[in-house]
């Protein structure tokens, strides 16, 4: 079975400070991992996944995640918070064997303050 | 390229009638679709997936006979909330998986359901 922990359900930053929202998985196969952040009211939009191969992974906006199979972990960074980045963060794993089935972590409420 | 859209992207409706929720792969196939809910504040729970031509996969707690969800071609997806209550009021989102080696699923908006 699959499951993702995402360690802290808010995270506070000031705005030009580095970003980082943390993720830890569990998988029995190797597994697909995504980021997605999410508005208000809106649907989900990809940041940054990892499939296979380079295990640091650049996504849009400036973000970026490291894949690490000893830790189990795939934590967000981005090095300078813009006040835009202010949205919901959801961690996800997918069953590359399994349907693409996905479980996502509980989510991670940025905020950037000024 | 790979848009999703849903419809209608809000409902509200008396408790008792059906709601229908379509979910659309706009620029290409999609071979597996799927449903999630998502309550306020909180994170996305798969309801089921769903592949063309064949009976959706629901997940466990999900009453199949309660959300009906039909794939009836590679482009359209339906999910329909039979006999509404008040505790189904939730932010349904639909995604769209391509074949092939396509690794990854494309959101949809999400529709905001409330039952009155």
């Known amino acids: 079975a699959q499951s993702v922990t995402q360690l802290g359900s808010h995270v506070s930053v000031s705005e030009g400070a580095l970003v980082l929202l943390r993720c830890n998985y569990s998988s029995s196969v190797p597994p697909y991992l995504f980021w997605y952040v999410q508005y208000p009211n809106q649907g989900l939009q990809l940041l940054l996944k990892?499939?296979?191969?380079?295990?640091l992974v650049k996504g849009i906006n400036g973000f970026e995640a490291e894949f690490k199979k000893s830790e189990t972990s795939f934590h967000l960074t981005k090095p300078s918070a813009h006040m835009s980045d202010a949205a919901e963060y959801f961690c996800?794993?997918?069953?590359?064997?399994?349907?693409?089935?996905?479980?996502f972590g509980a989510g991670t409420r940025l905020f950037v303050k000024a | 390229g790979a848009v999703v859209s849903q419809h209608p992207s809000w409902v509200i409706c008396k408790s008792g009638t059906s709601v229908k929720i379509e979910c659309r792969s706009l620029?290409?196939?999609?071979?597996?679709m799927f449903w999630y809910r998502q309550f306020p504040k909180q994170s996305l729970m798969l309801m089921a997936t769903s592949n063309e031509g064949s009976k959706a996969t629901y997940e466990q707690g999900v009453e199949k006979d309660k959300f009906l969800i039909n794939h009836a071609s590679l482009t359209l997806s339906t999910l329909t909330v039979t006999s509404a209550h008040p505790e189904d009021s939730s932010f349904y989102i639909c995604?769209?998986?391509?074949?092939?080696?396509?690794?990854?699923?494309?959101f949809g908006p999400g529709t905001r359901l409330t039952v009155l």
């Open positions: 620029d290409f196939q999609a071979t597996t």
């Open positions: 996800a794993v997918s069953d590359r064997t399994g349907g693409f089935k996905t479980i």
């Open positions: 990892y499939t296979t191969g380079a295990t």
């Open positions: 995604s769209a998986k391509p074949g092939g080696e396509i690794n990854e699923q494309f």
